[in-house]
């Protein structure tokens, strides 16, 4: 079965440094999807960033960046330069290439300090 | 162009009676699918539905909760009987025909269902 895994369930940070979310996955499969959404507490769903398992070289999208080891089916989220805006629940998410059924995380909480 | 519009926002029922969810895809997109988040949990697929018919529903309880996808109007989840166990947040995506989910999914805002 496929699963998603976030072994963080909270993780702080102080404005303006960098923290490092993590995620862990297991499939059989060798085509599929990664992406992380936000999850503030207005409750709406956003994407953050998504990564193509074919692709060697790692998504960035301006302070966001990931790390995919595709070996050790691992995907974090580095996030520079925090803002107190970056707050919220983050959610590791993955899809088989050709399916519709994401799969989710259970979430890690980010806390940003000031 | 407005999103994936879902209503009510916060819906509260008591045990026994009926919820009904409602979720409007953007525009162009005949393409719904329904995930259910508990507290502290992530989402979880319950099913999915293109207009008029429901593709996948192997996300869904087997009793009290129906999907559908009319051909006018929203897609509307509904849940009878309600017990304390069904209180979380419904959450509705929509994607056009012809693209493959895996380019982006677009959630709308959800739905905070609380049985007392």
């Known amino acids: 079965a496929q699963t998603v895994t976030q072994s963080q369930p909270e993780m702080s940070v102080q404005e303006a440094e960098t923290v490092t979310l993590s995620c862990t996955y297991d499939?059989?499969?060798?085509?599929?999807?990664l992406f992380w959404y936000k999850q503030p507490p207005s409750r709406q769903m956003i994407l953050v960033i998504r990564?193509?398992?074919?692709?060697?070289q790692n998504a960035t999208e301006n302070r966001f960046s990931v790390n995919f080891q595709k070996a050790a089916k691992s995907f974090s989220l580095k996030i520079s330069d925090s803002q107190l805006g970056d707050a919220a629940m983050y959610f590791c998410?993955?899809?088989?290439?050709?399916?519709?059924?994401?799969?989710f995380g259970t979430g890690t909480r980010l806390k940003v300090l000031a | 162009n407005a999103g994936v519009m879902q209503n009510p926002r916060h819906l509260v029922r008591r045990r026994g009676q009926e919820a009904r969810l409602r979720c409007s895809p953007m525009?162009?997109?005949?393409?719904v699918y329904w995930y259910r988040q508990l507290p502290e949990e992530g989402l979880k697929f319950m099913v999915y539905?293109?207009?008029?018919?429901?593709?996948?529903e192997s996300g869904m309880p087997k009793e009290r909760f129906s999907a559908e996808f009319p051909k006018e109007g929203p897609s509307i989840l509904r849940i009878q009987q309600v017990v304390r166990g069904d209180s979380a947040a419904y959450f509705c995506?929509?994607?056009?025909?012809?693209?493959?989910?895996?380019?982006?999914?677009?959630f709308g805002s959800g739905t905070q269902l609380s049985v007392l």
């Open positions: 995506a929509s994607s056009p025909e012809g693209q493959p989910v895996d380019e982006k999914l677009f």
């Open positions: 499939t059989s499969e060798s085509d599929y999807y």
């Open positions: 990564q193509e398992a074919y692709k060697q």
């Open positions: 998410a993955f899809i088989d290439s050709g399916t519709y059924k994401y799969i």
């Open positions: 525009k162009g997109h005949s393409h």
């Open positions: 539905l293109q207009k008029e018919n429901i593709i996948d």
